[in-house]
């Protein structure tokens, strides 16, 4: 008799380096039974044995997906998402952009074996400098850009919406609030349309609040960097990261700030970039454009201008 392999009824997301952001978000995808998950890594060891640690506590948890650590591409065969969090973290008094050179190397050859085995995937890039990766990663895969996603603004926003709950006391999801632009420090947070419980966030605080908000938004990885002094954010990276494969995989009428390929929308091409999005299983369903302040507005276009730039820059380096 003829055994027949049970088919898995969780997709497949690969997370390319099982460092802090990597196994911190095959956790949530296996607690949040999102899909199986591998893990890789070029330290094989650390992705087979985080995802051995994995595997005990589903002892405990009960979670349905399972998760297998590899140093191997083969391993990643057919995945329908991969997540890129490989390479370098920040240390204290470096910006996102000076890691732009040694991590480009790593997202080149991430690529290379990624792409090999899974032609069809969608990916989301999360390693930093975010925007330009993603640039890059358009440049090199060959893929449809609706199919090269960076992860930058669901954090930025996050960041956001904690800001905003500090200054006002309101609870986190009573607050509609949305940040867009480069995953740096010319990210826009889009003050002019942030809303607590309805209404305008403009109405309900002082300028001198409103300058904190900003600040804290835009200096909020840079401030758990400083306290971390041996690496950068990890949960709410993982986190971010987990709410965008959900909307991928399920589809999702929310809009997620994503670093996508603009094509005229907000009068901007060829450059990725994070703006409102609705993701869904192609990738990027939909680019919503919101009405914009003209201040909000410059300040997307310098954003804009400053990623190509670096990305000029490094692809110069060669
Ligand atoms: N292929 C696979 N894994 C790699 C490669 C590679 N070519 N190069 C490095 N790695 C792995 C490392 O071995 C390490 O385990 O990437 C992992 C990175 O983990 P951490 O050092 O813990 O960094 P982390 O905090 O997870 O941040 C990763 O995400 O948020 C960004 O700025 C951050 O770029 C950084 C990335």
């Known amino acids: 008799m003829t055994k027949t392999l049970p088919v898995s009824r969780y997709p497949k997301v690969t997370v390319v380096g099982a460092g802090n952001v990597g196994a911190t978000t095959a956790l949530l995808l296996l607690m949040k039974e999102l899909a199986n998950v591998v ?6 060891g650390l992705a087979r044995g985080k995802a051995l640690d994995l595997m005990h506590m589903r002892s405990n948890e009960h979670f349905g997906p399972t998760v297998v650590g590899t140093g191997s591409y083969e391993d990643t065969a057919d995945s329908d998402i991969v997540v890129v969090t ?16 040694i991590n480009a190397s790593i997202v080149h050859s991430v690529l290379k074996g990624a792409l090999a085995e899974s032609p069809n995937a969608l990916y989301l890039f999360v390693t930093n400098p975010l925007d330009v990766m993603t640039n890059l990663a358009v440049q090199l895969a060959g ?25 006002t006391g ?20 889009l003050v002019s349309l942030a809303t607590v419980a309805g209404r305008p966030l403009l109405e309900l605080i ?25 690496g950068s954010a990890f949960y709410a990276p993982a986190s ?6 959900k909307a991928l995989l399920e589809g999702s009428a929310t809009l997620h700030s994503s670093c ?14 994070c703006v409102p999005v609705l993701l869904g299983s192609e990738g990027v369903r939909e680019i919503i454009e919101l009405p914009l302040s ?23 380096e060669g």
């Open 170 to 189: 309101a609870a986190p999801r009573d607050i509609k609030a949305l940040v867009i632009g480069a995953h740096g420090e010319a990210m826009v947070p």
């Open 294 to 316: 003209p201040e909000e507005g410059e300040q997307l276009h310098a954003s804009a201008e400053s990623t190509k730039a670096q990305l000029e820059r490094l692809l110069q």
């Open 39 to 44: 893990l890789i890594d070029v330290a094989e």
């Open 86 to 101: 490989a390479g370098v973290p920040r240390k204290p008094g470096m910006t996102r952009e000076d890691l732009a050179g």
């Open 260 to 273: 996508v390929r603009l094509n005229g929308e907000y009068g901007i091409s060829g450059v990725s970039l």
């Open 206 to 230: 002082t300028p001198g609040q409103l300058a904190q908000i900003t600040e804290a938004t835009v200096q909020g990885g840079a401030a758990v960097v400083k306290l971390l002094e041996t």
């Open 240 to 245: 971010s990261i987990v709410q965008m494969v």
């Open 143 to 167: 893929l449809p850009p609706q199919r090269l996603i960076g992860m930058g603004g669901v954090l930025d926003t996050a960041r956001f919406t904690y800001a905003i709950s500090e200054a």
